[in-house]
């Protein structure tokens, strides 16, 4: 499972996320969209345009991708199976 977390270096809600998925060992891929215009582009293209942070992009094993807008704990808990 690829999970990549779209964030700024500011947002509150992306490190309470971050810290979230670290206590619980699963590991992902952080881009931060207010260093990169090319990864603030990408991630509009995966969210139909919006730019509210956290984004999260879980790639299931079956090649499945599932989007988390905000720090949902209970979409991520569902798709990632965390008890």
Known sequence: MNITIYSTTTCPYCKMLKS????KSVAF??????????????????????????????EKPDGVKETVIGFDKNRINSIVGIQ
């Open 29 to 58: 891929t952080e881009k931060l969209i207010d260093q990169d215009q090319t990864t603030q582009e990408e991630m509009a293209n995966l969210s139909g345009g919006f730019l509210g942070v956290p984004f999260t992009v879980i």
């Open 20 to 23: 979230y998925l670290s206590e």
